[in-house]
């Protein structure tokens, strides 16, 4: 059984620390391949030296017979996660061929850029940092993405017959109970995971109508968690995203638990066989060549295909997504399990406030066993959770720093301290709904003002990259490639939404040009025709120290505070930028994600 329990927890902790600690193992489960996709091949030379990093420090198995694999899209066009996971299938097949079909394959959907996790957007969203609480066995307080999942799916895998390709993403955390007969999951040759969750939720997300004649489903729904079983039923439609009305104009949908309140079933996860891995090599030889994109989910989990357009005038998308369909569902009898798993949670980080609330949220916290207070002194932490304030890798003087109350902040490798001696003033205020990462705020700062103020929805974090080509411009003759970048953004800015440089904004309402070094217009299109995004917007200077670069992101933060207080408006100076040394160049997320590499 996998339940998200702490013991279980624990027991999956124990079990991972051993497979750490051997090179081969006798009778036990682990996964043969592990599958990462990439986007182009800078992420996958990117993602080639994060696995490279993890396994010489320990971090994730290296045994004899598993393999680490991180296979890029093609270059050139967009092809989606369906694409991508066809392109993985045909790598897969080609390299082991028919003995694919003793493996156990997790495939790890991790392409793309992040933009809405700007703080992992260089390194990937995979490689985040999860908090998972204390544990005296381990160093650190924290796992990354990649290392939880695998933990996670321990129990799980024992279940998947060998030639199964187990497909998620990277930004998603199922927590399950499984307890099923082996067998049963055996016999199926696609299977979706569904998990009870709201209509909101489901609007969201691929919502799942059930083949349940006798109200199975929900009538287990209405037991105690712990007495809830797996249940294995056929799909009889997909919805991808539908809206709250549509899923009440379906039968079938909408269920009831034992308080009255609805719920749908959503998915997360599926797997399938060898059996199904031919039919995709089939498809991907039939729809080639690739000019558009696919989805994972809403297109390879649809049973039905709803258009009554003739073939010859469809477009090449949806003669596709007809094949996908015809292939996988109308022959033989194929159908789509469902695993109904009443007893689970399904939790995705994909953006920065679904990040900070995750962290933080009591019930996540219990079912990880993470320590919700820690009495004492704050500095010399390794973890700690403390009210709303997630903690790792943190040393904070509660002398000098306060936090907003009541409300979520999140700091990772945080140092806050004074160089001033018994300093016992607040004189460092974070506000909250806030990601710092990577970031030392000092005393010594204030020289910018009399306090050092970080904003509500703030994201601050700072890097330290090299270029690795020469696609960067700048203002500076400077040969140098590399320094640190302090970016700062809004938790709840949409990263991706395109104005004309004049009417981009940041933290929902500030005019970006109002904040900005005016040395940095030398490289910026104002004209309206030309559109940015904060994602792709060249505003944050690269420096040659990382004071230097966190000391100018806090100008920007004051310029920002400033805007929003319409009663007092205050000039603030930034140094002459075409005399100052430390400056190399200005950036955007874009161009250190697509271009650079990160150095420790």
Same mark, same amino acid.
């Given at each position: 059984?996998?339940?998200?329990?702490?013991?279980?927890?624990?027991?999956?902790?124990?079990?991972?620390?051993?497979?750490?600690?051997?090179?081969?193992?006798?009778?036990?489960?682990?996964?043969?391949?592990?599958?990462?996709?990439?986007?182009?091949?800078?992420? $996958?030379?990117?993602?080639?030296?994060?696995?490279?990093?993890?396994?010489?420090?320990?971090?994730?198995?290296? +045994?004899?017979?598993?393999?680490?694999?991180?296979?890029?899209?093609?270059?050139?066009?967009?092809?989606?996660?369906?694409?991508?996971?066809?392109?993985?299938?045909?790598?897969? /097949?080609?390299?082991?061929?028919?003995?694919?079909?003793?493996?156990? !394959?997790?495939?790890?959907?991790?392409?793309?850029?992040?933009?809405?996790?700007?703080? !992992?957007?260089?390194?990937?969203?995979?490689?985040?940092?999860?908090?998972?609480?204390?544990?005296?066995?381990?160093?650190?307080?924290?796992?990354?993405?990649?290392?939880?999942?695998?933990?996670?799916?321990?129990?799980?895998?024992?279940?998947?017959?060998?030639?199964? !390709?187990? +497909?998620?993403?990277?930004?998603?955390?199922?927590?399950?109970?499984?307890?099923?007969?082996?067998?049963?999951?055996?016999?199926?040759?696609?299977?979706?995971?569904?998990?009870?969750? &709201?209509?909101?939720?489901?609007? &969201?997300?691929? !919502?799942?109508?059930?083949?349940?004649?006798?109200?199975?489903?929900?009538?287990?729904?209405?037991?105690?968690?712990?007495?809830?079983?797996?249940?294995?039923?056929?799909?009889?439609?997909?919805?991808?995203?539908?809206?709250?009305?549509?899923?009440?104009?379906?039968?079938?949908?909408?269920?009831?638990?034992?308080?009255?309140?609805?719920?749908?079933?959503?998915?997360?996860?599926?797997?399938?066989?060898?059996?199904?891995? $031919?039919?995709?090599?089939?498809?991907?030889?039939?729809?080639?060549?690739?000019?558009?994109?696919?989805?994972?989910?809403?297109?390879?989990?649809?049973?039905?295909?709803?258009?009554?357009?003739?073939?010859?005038?469809?477009?090449?998308?949806?003669?596709?997504?007809?094949?996908?369909?015809?292939?996988?569902?109308?022959?033989?009898?194929?159908?789509?399990?469902?695993?109904?798993?009443?007893?689970?949670?399904?939790?995705?980080?994909?953006?920065?406030?679904?990040?900070?609330?995750?962290?933080?949220?009591?019930?996540?916290?219990?079912?990880?066993?993470?320590?919700?207070?820690?009495?004492?002194?704050?500095?010399?932490?390794?973890?700690?959770?403390?009210?709303?304030?997630?903690?790792?890798?943190?040393?904070?003087?509660?002398?000098?720093?306060?936090?907003?109350?009541?409300?979520?902040?999140? +700091?990772?490798?945080?140092?806050? /301290?004074?160089?001033?001696?018994?300093?016992?003033?607040?004189?460092?205020?974070?506000?909250?709904?806030?990601?710092?990462?990577?970031?030392?705020?000092?005393?010594?700062?204030?020289?910018?003002?009399?306090?050092?103020?970080?904003?509500?929805? &703030?994201?601050?974090?700072?890097?330290?990259?090299?270029?690795?080509?020469?696609?960067?411009?700048?203002?500076?003759?400077?040969?140098? $490639?590399?320094?640190?970048?302090?970016?700062?953004?809004?938790?709840?800015?949409?990263?991706?939404?395109?104005?004309?440089?004049?009417?981009?904004?940041?933290?929902?309402?500030?005019?970006? /040009?109002?904040?900005?070094?005016?040395?940095?217009?030398?490289?910026?299109?104002?004209?309206?025709?030309?559109?940015?995004?904060?994602?792709?917007?060249?505003?944050?200077?690269?420096?040659?120290?990382?004071?230097?670069?966190?000391?100018?992101?806090? +100008?920007?933060?004051?310029?920002?505070?400033?805007?929003?207080? &319409?009663?007092?408006?205050?000039?603030?100076?930034?140094?002459?930028?075409?005399?100052?040394?430390?400056?190399?160049?200005?950036?955007?997320?874009?161009?250190?994600?697509?271009?650079?590499?990160?150095?420790?």
């Amino acid at each position: 059984m996998i339940c998200y329990t702490t013991s279980n927890r624990q027991s999956n902790l124990r079990y991972y620390d051993n497979l750490l600690s051997q090179k081969s193992i006798n009778n036990q489960e682990f996964w043969d391949i592990i599958v990462l996709t990439s986007g182009n091949l800078h992420q $996958k030379s990117l993602y080639e030296r994060q696995i490279k990093r993890k396994l010489e420090n320990n971090e994730i198995p290296n +045994l004899e017979n598993l393999e680490y694999h991180v296979i890029a899209d093609p270059p050139g066009r967009q092809i989606g996660s369906g694409g991508s996971t066809l392109f993985a299938i045909k790598f897969l /097949h080609d390299k082991y061929g028919s003995n694919l079909e003793q493996k156990k !394959v997790l495939l790890i959907h991790s392409g793309g850029y992040s933009t809405r996790l700007p703080h !992992v957007s260089i390194l990937g969203k995979l490689f985040m940092k999860v908090p998972i609480g204390s544990d005296s066995t381990r160093e650190r307080d924290w796992l990354e993405l990649f290392d939880l999942k695998l933990i996670i799916y321990i129990e799980l895998i024992k279940h998947l017959k060998k030639g199964t !390709v187990f +497909l998620t993403s990277s930004d998603t955390i199922e927590l399950m109970s499984i307890n099923v007969e082996e067998t049963s999951l055996h016999n199926a040759s696609f299977v979706a995971l569904a998990h009870p969750s &709201t209509l909101h939720i489901g609007s &969201t997300h691929g !919502v799942f109508k059930i083949k349940d004649d006798f109200n199975q489903c929900q009538n287990d729904m209405k037991k105690q968690p712990k007495d809830r079983e797996c249940l294995i039923k056929l799909c009889k439609e997909y919805l991808h995203k539908p809206s709250i009305e549509i899923m009440r104009n379906h039968d079938e949908i909408i269920h009831l638990d034992k308080n009255g309140n609805e719920f749908v079933y959503t998915d997360s996860t599926y797997f399938f066989d060898y059996n199904a891995i $031919k039919i995709f090599l089939q498809i991907l030889d039939e729809i080639q060549p690739l000019t558009y994109e696919l989805e994972a989910w809403s297109d390879f989990l649809k049973t039905k295909f709803k258009t009554h357009t003739i073939i010859q005038e469809m477009t090449t998308l949806e003669k596709a997504q007809f094949t996908i369909i015809k292939k996988l569902y109308s022959s033989d009898n194929r159908e789509l399990n469902v695993l109904i798993l009443n007893n689970s949670k399904f939790y995705h980080m994909g953006t920065m406030l679904e990040y900070i609330n995750v962290s933080v949220d009591p019930q996540f916290k219990y079912e990880l066993g993470i320590i919700s207070f820690v009495q004492g002194e704050l500095s010399n932490n390794r973890n700690l959770t403390k009210g709303n304030i997630c903690m790792m890798n943190s040393q904070i003087n509660e002398n000098i720093a306060s936090f907003e109350e009541s409300v979520p902040i999140i +700091l990772d490798n945080v140092i806050i /301290h004074s160089t001033v001696s018994n300093e016992e003033n607040k004189k460092i205020l974070i506000g909250g709904w806030s990601i710092l990462s990577n970031i030392e705020l000092n005393t010594s700062n204030l020289v910018i003002s009399e306090e050092i103020r970080v904003p509500n929805y &703030t994201c601050m974090f700072t890097s330290f990259l090299r270029r690795i080509t020469s696609e960067i411009s700048s203002f500076s003759s400077s040969l140098e $490639k590399e320094g640190y970048v302090t970016f700062i953004f809004g938790t709840n800015d949409d990263m991706k939404a395109s104005y004309s440089f004049n009417s981009l904004v940041i933290y929902k309402n500030i005019l970006v /040009h109002k904040i900005i070094h005016s040395q940095c217009l030398k490289n910026i299109q104002q004209e309206d025709e030309h559109k940015y995004a904060l994602w792709n917007v060249p505003i944050f200077p690269m420096t040659r120290t990382k004071e230097q670069s966190i000391r100018l992101a806090l +100008l920007m933060l004051n310029k920002i505070e400033n805007e929003r207080n &319409t009663t007092k408006k205050e000039e603030v100076g930034y140094d002459n930028i075409e005399e100052n040394p430390e400056i190399i160049m200005f950036v955007s997320l874009k161009m250190c994600v697509e271009t650079m590499e990160v150095l420790t």
